[in-house]
């Protein structure tokens, strides 16, 4: 007996493709990564110089009048400046404007202009675009996920006429067995390390990112691939191509030490944990165990060695807070997003108790604490949103981090340092983080001066994405169709699926049905099927199945 299959399927967004894809490439043949003529290297050691702007005759000209200018680690200019932008470039001034015919002058009287932040640690999600880009936030440090939805947000966000953020990514995150996320790459051993860098090289990955369940060996392994990579094949008659070193980031191996990170200059810390004392906890720690080895010895060690270090203080912060007090909204988010964010609420009103929130204020002194001294000693503070875990918002949610560090006692222009020209440095990117010439055009003009306090970077009138200019008007336009979009989904997640019965061939309907896949979200999938009995004897099962809209469009 004979049995064939006869499916079809519509869905908007097919994210199994592209993990299909991801897994194919084990068996692809390797490539040298891609050169990006539009920027510099992200990868340590391999800065090159600016490449012509091909992209400079498509776009007009931008002079920006009348506002003052920030000057990382100088604050604020005294008097009103005027910053020129060439294509996606910042340019050198022009001493005759008029004469340009692609000319366009934007008026910023009263503003402030400060380089686009920069967020360190975050998971992006294409749906989440315009989210960062309203909130100033033009440049995201992806640590991984899903690679094929992260491979499709890094082309999209690569076009020139994109308003999306400029994102970098390690594509997939390495993790321990079991894995702390479903998507992790799991290795067990360093020959599995050497197979996924493999393969994460080959996707052209920007960076490397783990999470706290790998084992040491994996790690070093990890650390010592990433610092001295193996060539690739060569060609007949050519030789190995050589690749450049990455930069790895990741919290703390249960099983390492803070001292096997600071041997590895190539390493940043994720979260603050390689700071406790043995068998303590945050809240176990007061004020005067800074003052008392082993903790200030710790930090003395991190500030010599110039550690960099994502605080992601708003992990244990949001907890503090009463979501409806917040500027962002469960609107912006897409189903899938607020149904954990509202579930991860309901669970939190059960859990923190009186006693506590009294436990985790003591923990968040003691972090702050931790973070000023940190700081003060010299190690690197690279500050990451940790978006878009629950109530830590894509784009908004960097600038809260950055109020905590200001909480912890880091002066205002000193934070805003950090999200810039300090953390382009961490990732040696020399064409972000300015306003010289020659940056990336990557601008925020802001309504208050942020020398003084963080919340004024909440105020932003307009943004200069990659040359693309964004006005206030743009960003609420491209905020309102999310929501509605957002909304759209809500309402058809919700809604009875209609699925046709499936085309079936001449025969005999042996059995059929029809079944639902649902969460908390609201119904993702359904399926029309039968079982013909042809008149050869074959058995064919046809099936039909839906799945509504995973998100919202990338843009």
Not at 110 to 126: E, K
């Amino acid at each position: 007996m004979k049995t064939r299959l006869c499916t079809s399927a519509a869905s908007p967004r097919l994210s199994g493709l592209w993990i299909c894809a991801w897994t194919a490439l084990q068996a692809a043949p390797a490539a040298a990564p891609k050169a990006d003529p539009g920027a510099q290297s992200s990868q340590p050691g391999t800065e090159k110089p600016a490449a012509p702007d091909s992209q400079a005759s498509a776009q007009p000209t931008l002079l920006i009048e009348g506002a003052r200018l920030h000057r990382p680690g100088l604050g604020v200019t005294a008097s009103p400046e005027t910053l020129w932008i060439q294509g996606r470039r910042i340019a050198e001034p022009s001493a005759s404007p008029e004469q340009r015919a692609d000319l366009q002058r934007v008026d910023a009287t009263g503003l402030y202009l400060i380089p686009g932040l920069i967020d360190s640690y975050c998971y992006f999600d294409a749906g989440q675009a315009a989210l960062y880009t309203a909130a100033g936030v033009l440049t995201l440090f992806d640590h991984g996920g899903d690679p094929g939805r992260v491979l499709d947000a890094r082309a999209h966000a690569a076009s020139p006429s994109s308003p999306m953020p400029e994102i970098r990514s390690a594509i997939a995150v390495l993790d321990g067995d079991p894995p702390a996320a479903p998507l992790s790459a799991v290795v067990r051993s360093a020959h599995d390390v050497e197979h996924q860098v493999r393969l994460l090289r080959e996707s052209e990955a920007d960076f490397l990112a783990f999470q706290a369940g790998i084992g040491v060996e994996p790690w070093r392994r990890l650390l010592e691939l990433a610092a001295h990579p193996e060539p690739l094949p060569a060609e007949p008659d050519k030789e190995p191509v050589v690749l450049p070193p990455l930069l790895v980031f990741g919290p703390l191996p249960r099983a390492a030490t803070l001292d096997d990170v600071l041997q590895h200059k190539g390493h940043g810390l994720v979260f603050l944990d390689a700071f406790l004392p043995a068998g303590k906890h945050w809240d176990e720690l007061e004020l005067a165990d800074f003052d008392r080895s082993p903790l200030q010895e710790r930090i003395a060690k991190a500030g010599a060695a110039r550690q960099a270090i994502v605080p992601a203080l708003r992990a244990l912060a949001r907890l503090l807070e009463d979501p409806a007090r917040q500027a962002f909204t469960l609107d912006h988010l897409d189903p899938r997003w607020s149904a954990l964010w509202s579930s991860e609420l309901a669970g939190r009103k059960v859990t923190i108790t009186s006693a506590e929130r009294q436990r985790l204020e003591r923990a968040l002194s003691v972090q702050r604490e931790l973070v000023r001294r940190l700081d003060a000693a010299g190690a690197r503070l690279v500050p990451g949103s940790g978006a878009p875990h629950a109530w830590l918002a894509p784009g908004r949610g960097l600038i809260d981090e950055l109020q905590e560090w200001e909480r912890a006692g880091i002066a205002p222009a000193r934070a805003l340092e950090l999200a810039t020209s300090a953390a382009a440095k961490v990732w040696q990117r020399s064409d972000l983080g300015t306003l010289s010439a020659g940056s990336l055009a990557s601008v925020v003009a802001l309504r208050k001066d942020p020398s003084l306090s963080s919340a004024a970077l909440a105020e932003v009138e307009f943004v200069i994405v990659r040359g693309k200019l964004l006005t206030r008007a743009d960003l609420e336009q491209r905020l309102e169709q999310l929501r509605e979009e957002n909304t759209r989904q809500r309402a058809a997640l919700g809604a009875p699926l209609s699925i046709p019965a499936p085309e079936q061939p001449e025969g005999t309907v042996l059995i059929s049905g029809y079944s639902e896949t649902q969460s908390s979200v609201g119904r993702l999938a359904g399926e029309r099927w039968s079982v013909v009995r042809e008149p050869s004897g074959a058995l064919a099962f046809c099936g039909r199945r839906y799945r509504p809209s995973a998100g919202p469009a990338m843009g």
